[in-house]
T-cell receptor, first 110, second 114 residues
């Protein structure tokens, strides 16, 4: 069974601070996605990374896929209250399904 | 113009009852999924269908029976509900079965079994 552990599980920071969320596994994934979920809604895709070492930027968000494709990180610069939400990483493999991580609940205080 | 819709949004019922959750997508996708999100926010795949054909059936009790009457719909029927079935159930869709593809999620159905 492929497992994805995210850390930290909870993160509460002040507006303007930077933060990094980690997604780690002992398994290799062919792709890694990050989703954000807001209360009462379903997850929404932020990014997909597929190449080891790949870095993608989405405004203030920077996503990195580990060289060995076993881990990923999400860095947010100058966090804003609108970034508040549950961040989920999801690994894709040969089973044609996504394995979701344990989630990081981010709260950005104004 | 909702992409993936689910009904009902909330479902409160007694143990032992049978209930259904409906899902529809208007994105023209050929693959649909059911996920269960527990109280710790862990999201786990239950089923996936491609062109109305069952593709993934994770270790889900056979009290759960998905039905796909056409590519745009995937309903979930649950028999003999148990306390442990309480969770938020999400329907999702994608174009193709590849795990590279973006999955679009519905708003979820919060099921509470008393």
């Amino acid at each position: 069974t492929q497992l994805l552990e995210q850390s930290p599980q909870f993160l509460s920071i002040q507006e303007g601070e930077n933060l990094t969320v980690y997604c780690n596994s002992s398994s290799v994934f062919s792709s890694l996605q990050w989703y954000r979920q807001e209360p009462g809604e379903g997850p929404v895709l932020l990014v997909t990374v597929v190449t080891g070492g790949e870095v993608k930027k989405l405004k203030r968000l920077t996503f990195q896929f580990g060289d060995a494709r076993k881990d990923s990180s999400l860095h947010i610069t100058a966090a804003q209250p609108g970034d508040t939400g549950l961040y989920l990483c999801a690994g894709g493999g040969s089973a044609r399904q996504l394995t979701f991580g344990s989630g990081t609940q981010l709260t950005v205080l104004p | 113009d909702t992409a993936v819709s689910q009904t009902p949004k909330y479902l409160v019922t007694q143990m032992g009852n049978d209930k259904s959750i409906k899902c529809e997508q208007n994105l023209g996708h050929d693959t649909m999924y059911w996920y269960k999100q527990d109280s710790k926010k862990f999201l786990k795949i239950m089923f996936s269908y491609n062109n109305k054909e069952l593709i993934i059936n994770e270790t889900v009790p056979n009290r759960f029976s998905p039905k796909s009457p056409d590519k745009a719909h995937l309903n979930l029927h649950i028999n003999s509900l148990e306390l442990g079935d309480s969770a938020v159930y999400f329907c999702a869709s994608s174009q193709g079965m590849s795990s590279y593809n973006e999955q679009f999620f519905g708003p979820g159905t919060r099921l509470t079994v008393l």
